[in-house]
């Protein structure tokens, strides 16, 4: 049975037979994510993206019983990949690879 509860930091007790924390990081964390997509050109763009994410300490009951510890690795990946397959789409190759940085910032 999962306790539903989520500590703040600070000093807690626990009855070490019975209880076993699980201790999430929730400040936020840089993630590097490479990716190859397909422009509306059709030329292949290799791109990298920096993501930063944290866990919502509310949700985290929710995420451990469903995805478990490692939810990083599992969730993101695919979000990122298909999310910068649409992004990338959406251009050409060939400007993007000559204009500034500036000019594909999207928000």
Avoid: C
């Avoid at 989520?6 to 590097?32: C, K």
């Avoid at 990298?48 to 510890?69: E, I, N």
């Avoid at 649409?86 to 928000?107: C, G, L």
């Amino acid at each position: 049975m999962f306790a539903v509860r989520v500590y703040p930091e600070g000093t807690h007790f626990i009855i070490p037979w019975f209880e076993r924390p699980t201790i999430y990081d929730v400040r936020a964390r840089p993630h590097l994510v490479e990716s190859t997509s397909g422009s509306r050109d059709l030329q292949m763009v290799k791109i990298s993206l920096w993501v930063l994410t944290r866990h919502v300490p509310d949700q985290l009951p929710t995420v451990y019983r469903t995805l478990g510890t490692n939810y990083n690795e599992r969730v993101l990946p695919s979000i990122i990949h298909e999310t910068l397959k649409v992004v990338v789409a959406q251009f050409n190759a060939k400007p993007t690879y000559h204009s500034e940085r500036e000019d594909f910032i999207i928000v």
